[in-house]
C-alpha cells in the first residue's frame, strides 16, 4: 500500500531545504528570556493574575501565600527582565501591568507556522472519515 503522504524516506530530495552549518550552540534569541521565564509555574501563575488587571507586589505576594515575598520580588524581577510585565509606579506601591508582546511573538513564531499544516491535516483526516462513514452506511444498507 502506498502511503497517502510522503514519509521521510519517501520525500524527494528537491523538496527537502538545505540544514544549516554545525554548529557548537544554537543561536541566542530574543525570546530567550520569555521562554526562561515562563518555564516556571510560580512566574506562569502571576501572569495569569496580572492577566486580569494591574496587581500591587504586595497582593501578589499574598496570593502566593507558599512563597514569601522576596521569592515573588525575585520572581516579579525574572518577568520584567522578559518584558512580560511592567512595572509602574504610584506613590509607595508599585503595579504590575502585563505586556503581551513577547507572549503574541513567540505565538507568531511557533504557533502559527504550523497552524496551516495542522489545520490541513485534520481537514484531510475528516474529508477521510467522512468518505469512510459514507462507505460504511453504503455498505450496511446494501448488506440489511
Known amino acids: 500500500m502506498i502511503p497517502s503522504h510522503p514519509t521521510p524516506d519517501h520525500t524527494p ?15 541566542a534569541d530574543a525570546l530567550d ?9 510560580w512566574r506562569r501563575y502571576l501572569l495569569d493574575l496580572v492577566r486580569r488587571g494591574p496587581r500591587t507586589t504586595g497582593e501578589l505576594a499574598e496570593a ?28 509607595r506601591r508599585r503595579y504590575n501591568h502585563l505586556n503581551p508582546v513577547p507572549i503574541q511573538r513567540i505565538h507568531e513564531r ?16 475528516k474529508k477521510t472519515l467522512e468518505q469512510d462513514e459514507g462507505g460504511a452506511e453504503t455498505s450496511s444498507a446494501a448488506a440489511g
Do not use: Y
Not at 528570556?33 to 509555574?41: R, S, T
Not at 525574572?78 to 506613590?91: D, F, K, N, S, Y
Open 110 to 125: 511557533w504557533v502559527q507556522a504550523f497552524e496551516g499544516h495542522w489545520a490541513s491535516a485534520l481537514v484531510g483526516l
Open 33 to 41: 528570556d520569555v521562554w526562561k521565564a515562563l518555564a516556571n509555574p
Open 64 to 91: 502566593c501565600g507558599g512563597l514569601s515575598r522576596f521569592a515573588v520580588m525575585q520572581h516579579l524581577e525574572v518577568l520584567t527582565e522578559a518584558r512580560l510585565i511592567i512595572p509602574r509606579r504610584r506613590g
Open 13 to 27: 530530495d528537491h523538496t527537502k531545504e538545505p540544514l544549516p552549518a554545525p554548529v557548537d550552540e544554537p543561536p
